[in-house]
């Protein structure tokens, strides 16, 4: 039915028309806003997270940046959220304010002085509404989030990060980096038990940074790594 005539016609305009008047909504426009600002800082560095160049101390730094820009974004991004959906509705001809919300009242009990039980909740202003139970609960979620992953992240990266570094480990002093790999023996033991041993592990890691070309990536080490590895193995 190409006309839009008929039954099914009538029902895809009701359709349309709802949809319309949906989208057409300053609570709508200013939810979308917010959306997008969200996802338009999230998705770069989720993209960089899943690169098999980003290590794990460059992904400690874009998680905790992007932390940083949500914080900042609570705390004054609402009024930019606000002048951004006015000049939308302005374009499309539709008020420029959060639309008021049908309340009911609570129904008051009858007492036998009129200070009891007496509902003094005010109606909310649908504006400050929209910022705490959308606006700020949206925020809050997303930054717990984000700090779940931060601390799981800074947790690996305290007890292995050491490893992801072979430049940095050229320059450390034999006993800097025989405390970190003690360290790591001690966080892999059980019941007196280690699955490494820390002084091999050591010494490994010296003879690895001496086979290593300065400046060396992540990648790049895991290379030299594997080829080492297979030459051993002959």
Known sequence: DTNLTGLHGLQTKSDAYSLLKNICDFKFISSVIVWYDI????????KQLQSIHYDIQMALKSVSSIVEFLKEYRQNGFSKIKIAAKEIALLIEIPGQFPEEYQVRKRQKKTHFSYENRDETPLHNPEKKFEV?????????AINSL???????NHHCLNFGFLYNI??????EHETLLSHCKDLAILLSAKETSDIDAIELFEELKIFCQLTEPNSSPKKTKHTQHKIGR???R
């Not at 996802?39 to 989720?46: D, E, G, R, T």
Request: charged content about 25%.
């Open 231 to 233: 030459a051993s193995c």
């Open 39 to 46: 996802l338009s800082a999230v998705n770069p560095i989720s």
């Open 147 to 153: 700090r779940e992953r931060f601390d799981q992240l």
């Open 133 to 141: 139970e959308f606006f700020h609960k949206i925020i809050d979620t």
């Open 167 to 172: 430049n940095l480990l050229k320059n450390w």
